[in-house]
């Protein structure tokens, strides 16, 4: 009995511990979660997520940043070109 006991617990234990990492997260899932690619890229920049998962969300959230900028400029040139004004 006590032989089955020795090979039973580090089995569970390696069990247990594996199962506890996740696989990092795709460009293609933060695509779909943009709001987690934002809080994730932050996350990395102050330092307390790290990894392969960075990558990817600090280019999801980079694209959404410069898409989103470009949304405003172009809703402020159209709101200034209604009102009669040009640079």
Do not use: W
Request: some cysteine.
């Amino acid at each position: 009995m006590v032989s089955v006991a020795r090979f039973i617990v580090p089995i569970a234990a390696l069990a247990a511990i594996g199962g506890c990492t996740q696989a990092p997260r795709s460009i293609e899932y933060f695509r779909a979660h943009p709001e987690e690619a934002q809080k994730v890229a932050e996350q990395c920049r102050a330092g307390t997520v790290t990894g392969e998962e960075c990558a990817a969300a600090q280019e999801v959230a980079g694209k959404a940043a410069r898409r989103n900028q470009l949304q405003r400029e172009l809703g402020n040139s159209k709101r200034n070109a209604d009102k009669g004004m040009s640079f």
